[in-house]
Nanobody, 115 residues
């Protein structure tokens, strides 16, 4: 299974960006999808997740600014990021956690926000 990400780049504070992730496998309704962020020298932290029970979870720092969505028919996961801030800088990873036990990461995409 491969997760291929697109999007990312260099932005100014206040701008918006959408990250996309396409899976090479069908995303089932019981599977969880998520986006994580990793800063330089830090661990990979959860940014947003949609669980297999269709529950949404966001990191406190992005609530109200970021929106995660999924299109299972297209095997796509999106992260809409609005009002970006320098603290949002990092490498973003798409994640698929299958109910069957499979656990996969995208290749990562860099988002850099300048003030």
């Amino acid at each position: 299974v491969r997760l291929v990400q697109s999007g990312g780049g260099f932005l100014q504070a206040g701008e918006s960006l959408i990250l996309a992730c396409v899976a090479s496998t069908r995303i089932g309704i019981l599977d969880s999808v998520a986006w994580y962020r990793q800063g330089p020298g830090s661990q990979r932290d959860l940014v947003a997740r949609i669980s297999g029970e269709n529950k949404f979870e966001y990191a406190d720092a992005v609530k109200g600014r970021f929106t995660i969505s999924r299109d299972d028919a297209k095997s796509m996961v999106y992260l809409e990021m609005n009002d970006l801030a320098p603290e949002d800088t990092g490498t973003y990873y798409c994640n698929l956690n299958e109910s069957s036990g499979g656990f996969y990461w995208g290749q990562g995409t860099q988002v850099t926000v300048s003030s």
